[in-house]
Each structure stands twice: as C-alpha cells, then as structure tokens.
C-alpha cells in the first residue's frame, strides 16, 4: 500500500498597495506555488490593502488577530509573508501569532536547498541560507525554536544549526573558501573555451520557462526537466550543432524571480558568471504566462545587476502551442516556437545563425587542398556558408563568418 503523503499546513500573508491589484494578486499565486515547491499546502489567504506595511507587524494589529485566530482554526503550522520580514517584525508577530513564522525569501532558499544537486550548489545555498539567518539571530529565540522541521528549515537546520555568530561566520568563511576552489576551475574551463575559439550562448529566463526543455531539443542532453520552480540549479554547458555544421556550446544557468533574495544573487555569482562571459544570450520565456510582462522586466533588471546588459540578445518566447494570439513583445530581435515542436528547433537554429552573423566577421579564403585539417575546423567553429573547389588553383574557396578574434579573421 503506498504511503499517503503528508504536507505542510500553511497560511500565506500578503499586503496588496494601491493600484497594484493585478501585480499583487500574480505575486501572491506565485507565492503560493512555491510554498506548494517547498511541500507545503495553502489552507488559507490573508491580504490586507494598505499604502505601507505596518513597521511593528507588517499587517495591522487586527489582521494579526484575524492570523491568530485562521492558524489555530486550521491548524497550520506555518505562516508565510510575501513582504520579507525584518528580525523585529518576526518577534513582534510571535509575541502574538503561536505558530512558526518565515518569508519569501526563506520558502525560496528552502526550493534552492531542496533541488541542489552538486557540491558547489549545495555550498551556495547553505551559504546564501547562513547570510541570511546570521543577521537575524538576536532575539529570535521564540521563533527559532519552532524552526525544528518543515519549510524554511532545510540545508543548515539538517545540521543543528548553531546559533553562535561566531560559529556561523567561521562556517561561511570555510564555505566561502572552498567556492573560490571551484570557481577557479570553473573560470579555467571558461578560459579554455574563449581560447579555442568557441562561440558560447548562455540560456537565463524566468524560473519555469522551459530553458531545460530547449537545451535539451538544442543539445540531445539529458537534463532533469519538470514543470516546477527551480527545477535546475546547477549550471550545465553542452555542446549544439547548428545547420551549418557549426559547433557552439550552451549553458543553462538558474532562472530568475522577483525579488530574488540578494544572498543567493551572490552565492550564486560565480554559477551566473558562466554566462556573464559568452557571446549571446537567449533569453527564454514563458509565452504563455498571464505575467510576461514582469518577468521579462525581471530578468532585465537582473542582467542589469550582474553587468550582463552588453551581451547580445535574442528573445525565444516558448510554448506557443500553450497561446491563442501572438506575444506582443517591447523585446527584439524575438521568436516564438514550442520547444517541444521539433520543426521549430530546426528554424530556432536558424535564427540562432542569423543572430550570430551579426556580432561575427565575415571572411573569403582560398585553403590548399591537402590542408583538410583547416577545412574540419571553419565548419567546425564557423558559419561556413561556401565552398568551391579551384581546379586551376588546386584549392577551395570558402566564404563565411568566424568569431571575432578567430585565427581565421585575424588582421
């Protein structure tokens, strides 16, 4: 007989400003689904309209007795607030509210700690959970003692965590040390592909808008791919064949949400420089998204903080087949496809060329014919668009676009 699941009971709180309806109301769902991430399920909502939090309980004190009286009603055990909560805001609602009380920020980090596969990712989000608690220890006594189990526990509380300061900041030091390891040889590999010339496309997007999916249509990887938030955290470069025979390679990297929490932005900095250094961007999202709009302002501002803006983009709106009307987008170059649709990753490569020829540098050589070395490497790390054979000359005229820097346009 299968074991019935059991879920965390939650009540999630929010405060809704004016004229910011329908941004408070997608925020909120969102919200919702990430508790549902974390394990958790909602039993109840409660909002409030107000112009500014309330600085001693975010919510009025009313609300806060409404709260008390939901959770005991319901019997949740946790109470989630979108806004992200300050140490006194934490102690001044247990003074009232007698059930475990976390943020956003925690049910995100608790995904992160959840889904961390590989040594460096699990060092980031323990971390990025470590910065985040490590302010936060003065007079929560109350509220860390009901922080024994459930969400917002995950990474550091499966070890007892340590409430001295002095423990925690030697910890974050070790981990800091032996990130820097690791993203030492990761700046080497990066080093390796720049000197061979590889052009390198990185894939960012919003959280959940199918970049596993197109990397895995793009590259015939095999990469862990789910309808849920977060489903990829460690980043993964595999190489793509474009039409031309061209080789390229391309990262996948962690979506972006809002207000993603500034300590995983830089735990994370040196997974989120493996695409700081390529040549394109193809930012990917979700076409069928009632939020769009946000997203796509997200992962901008983003790219912005991570000094990224400079790097070519094209825009790749996915599941088209999920969309009655087309995407009016403010972002170009664009193009819509389903990444599950084979015949519209055949014309994404295409496009992807297109793009490329743009930031590449044309060039016409004349190659001997027993130099078929050469001729393996310009439809290798080439757009080699012709290729004739010179009888007369006894070698082959070739015409296409290389990388600028390439040995091959090289003044």
């Not at 995100?108 to 959970?129: N, P, T, Y």
């Not at 080789?247 to 900095?269: N, R, S, Y």
């Not at 054979?389 to 390439?406: I, L, N, P, R, T």
Request: aromatic share 6%; glycine share 6%.
């Amino acid at each position: 007989m299968e074991e019935k699941k059991t879920y965390e009971r939650v009540i999630i709180v929010g405060i809704e400003k004016q004229n910011e309806a329908d941004a408070f109301r997608y925020s909120f769902d969102e919200l919702e689904q990430l508790v549902e991430n974390a394990g958790g399920r909602v039993v109840a909502r409660l909002s409030q309209k107000r112009e500014k939090i309330d600085h001693k309980t975010v919510i009025g004190k009313g609300k806060i007795t409404e709260l008390k009286n939901l959770a005991e009603e319901l019997d949740a055990q946790t109470i989630v607030f979108n806004q992200e909560l300050s140490p006194s805001h934490v102690r001044n609602i247990q003074e009232m509210v007698d059930t475990k009380v976390i943020d956003r920020i925690q049910v995100i980090l608790d995904i992160f700690a959840l889904r961390a596969q590989s040594k460096e990712g699990r060092l980031q989000v323990q971390l990025a959970q470590l910065s985040y608690i490590l302010p936060r220890l003065a007079g929560q006594g109350e509220n860390m003692s009901r922080l024994g189990a459930g969400i917002g526990t995950r990474g550091p509380g499966e070890t007892k965590l340590e409430t001295d300061r002095r423990h925690i900041q030697r910890q974050m030091t070790d981990i800091k040390r032996e990130l820097d390891k690791i993203a030492a040889h990761r700046q080497r590999s990066r080093q390796q592909r720049k000197d061979s010339n590889v052009f390198q496309i990185g894939l960012i997007g919003y959280t959940n808008a199918g970049k596993s999916t197109l990397l895995n249509q793009l590259t015939e990887a095999e990469t862990y791919e789910k309808d849920q938030l977060f489903a990829t955290l460690d980043p993964l470069t595999r190489q793509c064949e474009l039409p031309s025979g061209m080789q390229v390679t391309l990262t996948d990297t962690v979506g972006f949400i809002q207000e993603l929490p500034t300590q995983l932005i830089e735990a994370f900095k040196s997974t989120l420089e493996e695409s700081k250094y390529v040549d394109m961007l193809l930012h990917v999202v979700d076409a069928s998204s009632e939020n769009i709009k946000a997203h796509e302002e997200t992962v901008m501002t983003l790219l912005d903080e991570l000094g990224m803006r400079h790097i070519p983009i094209l825009t790749i709106y996915n599941k088209r087949d999920l969309i009655d009307q087309p995407v009016r987008s403010t972002l170009y170059p664009n193009y819509t496809i389903s990444a599950r649709d084979p015949k519209d990753i055949d014309h994404l490569r295409e496009a992807i060329e297109k793009e490329m020829k743009k930031q590449m540098t044309h060039y016409q050589l004349s190659i001997p014919s027993d130099r078929g070395d050469w001729l393996i490497d310009l439809r290798q790390h080439t757009l080699l668009e012709r290729q004739l054979f010179d009888e007369d000359e006894q070698a082959y005229c070739v015409e296409g676009y290389a990388k600028k820097g390439s040995r091959w346009v090289q003044n």
